[in-house]
């Protein structure tokens, strides 16, 4: 469980770029926190490991004040996911995955044992383990970005727009996968997004964010879609648009689903 | 023509190759002296150049430093610190470490920040600390910058340090100064000739050692499967 109480984030230049964010992210369930640029959303989550310090407030695991903890223990004991993966450039693909056990004292053999399993695990060939990450595509790196998250076994994985950098089509097949992943791990998981769709896609929880990170609302994507709290957040799911509003017609005996468009965007199941 | 023979015939007569003044000796007391004063540069250089890069203090006041360092003329330097510290290798060691001080900050400096920022966060966040990001991530990544700073010092500390001769006797200097004193022009440029063979040497040593760096941290040029944007825009396996 993680939780954020009152964190609050001042810049010495006067910009708050979080304002009093409480949260309480429970164990094994995914939160996405979203937003547009300058809702605060990866300061939050670089809080969770560190990387910001809240101006006041505390950020706590299992109810273990973060601060107490050695800052390098703390990140080696998180997952962390970046967009385009964040790989290390001079280090193959096996030796990313591998760089955080290494650190922590174990076996090169063993850790690129593991690392091999971790790249299978990700849906990624084995074969790619000698390679360096820019002879990789997008959606290839991203894996390897999520396998080394994975690599020490964390509780938790936070996950900074994991997919952003990849095409459409990608993204979709990660986040398919992501899903059937988390299915299995049942990691705690932080992501952050601008994209409401992956948002929906991978939340279990959403938590919509204004600037200064301010919960606009919160609750399951279907909820968030029954019910936007306002129109800032009917605006941001795009409530109202022909994406979101479908409806059902009848086609030789069967219900397709079209939407505002009236363009079918599936079948509906009885 | 005739003089360039001249030298050449000089450079080839074994007399000037044996006893007291042999040009084998000057070449070694030459590369000795240089290979000195550019791993002193190094030595103080790196440190405190990786130091500025890594935390980006420092910078302003770097780049000013080293700009200024290099418009000092080094004869000038040598004259002041040979009134000040007397005969002897102590003052061209000075005014040779003030040339070669500034290529060797600027390449370390500006290695170290030229490595990507999201890459040092990326490692950061995963839990190296800051020597490992420096050591395993900036240093290697970095390195061939470095090298090309510690290449042009060297190049310059060599090509300069015939100075050394003004104010004492060591290295290809001294066949160069009696020369012009004695108007012995064969010598003169037989030694200058030697000066150059030895820059271009070194320097080609130097350009070996900056690939096989430029391979270690961009490994995937040179034996890459595909091109670097086509890989990018391929669907994941």
Redesign the interface.
């Known amino acids: 469980m993680i939780e954020f109480d009152a964190v609050h984030k001042e810049y010495p230049d006067g910009t708050v770029a979080v304002e009093r964010f409480s949260l309480i992210v429970p164990s094994h369930r995914v939160v996405a926190l979203v937003g547009s640029s300058g809702s605060g959303k990866t300061t939050l989550l670089?809080m969770v490991?560190r990387?910001v310090e809240p101006s006041s407030g505390t950020v706590s695991i299992d109810g273990v004040d973060v601060r107490s903890m050695d800052r390098?223990?703390?990140?080696?004991?998180i997952g962390?996911v970046?967009q385009?993966g964040?790989?290390?450039?001079?280090r193959t693909v096996a030796d990313n995955v591998a760089?955080?056990p290494v650190?922590e004292g174990r076996s090169r053999r063993q850790a690129r044992a593991d690392a091999l399993g971790l790249l299978e695990r990700v849906?990624?060939?084995t074969a790619l383990a000698d390679?360096?990450?820019?002879?990789?595509?997008?959606?290839?790196q991203q894996?390897v970005g999520v396998a080394?998250?994975l690599a020490a076994d964390p509780n938790i994985l936070l996950m900074d727009e994991p997919f952003g950098a990849v095409?459409p089509?990608?993204r979709d097949?990660?986040q398919a996968e992501m899903r059937a992943l988390q299915a299995d791990i049942g990691k705690t998981i932080v992501f952050v997004t601008h994209d409401i769709d992956e948002a929906f896609a991978l939340g279990d929880e959403v938590v919509v964010l204004r600037t200064g990170a301010e919960i606009a609302q919160r609750g399951a994507p279907a909820e968030i879609l029954a019910n936007p709290a306002d129109d800032f957040v009917s605006d941001f799911v795009g409530a109202g648009t022909a994406q979101r509003t479908l409806r059902i017609r009848e086609v030789d005996g069967r219900s397709v689903v079209v939407d505002g468009d009236d363009r079918p965007t599936g079948v509906l199941e009885r | 023509m005739n003089l360039l023979i001249e030298a050449v015939q000089w450079l080839l007569d074994p007399v000037n190759w044996q006893g007291e003044n042999a040009l084998g000796m000057r070449i070694l007391e030459h590369l000795g002296f240089s290979a000195v004063v550019v791993l002193v540069a190094a030595a103080i250089g790196i440190p405190v150049g990786t130091l500025i890069g890594h935390t980006g203090r420092g910078r302003g006041a770097i780049i000013a430093i080293t700009g200024g360092a290099r418009a000092l003329p080094t004869l000038g330097l040598l004259t002041i610190f040979g009134l000040w510290l007397g005969i002897g290798l102590e003052a061209p060691f000075l005014a040779l470490l003030v040339l070669a001080l500034p290529p060797v900050l600027a390449g370390a400096y500006a290695g170290v920040e030229s490595v990507d920022r999201a890459t040092v966060g990326a490692a950061r966040a995963i839990g190296l600390t800051e020597r490992q990001i420096l050591t395993g991530v900036e240093l290697p990544l970095a390195a061939p910058v470095i090298i090309g700073g510690l290449r042009s010092a060297a190049l310059q500390v060599i090509s300069t340090a015939t100075l050394a001769a003004y104010i004492s006797d060591t290295g290809l200097g001294r066949p160069l100064f009696t020369g012009m004193k004695t108007q012995q022009y064969d010598m003169m440029l037989g030694a200058s000739i030697l000066v150059a063979l030895l820059a271009l040497i070194v320097e080609l040593c130097f350009q070996l050692v900056q690939s096989a760096a430029t391979r270690r941290a961009e490994p995937h040029n040179g034996h890459q499967h595909r091109a670097h944007s086509g890989a990018r825009e391929r669907i994941a396996a």
């Open positions: 670089r490991n990387m390098v223990k703390l990140r080696r004991s962390y970046l385009a964040g790989l290390l450039p001079h760089t955080v650190l849906g990624l060939d390679r360096y990450p820019a002879q990789l595509s997008g959606g290839q894996r080394r998250a095409d089509i990608v097949q990660l």
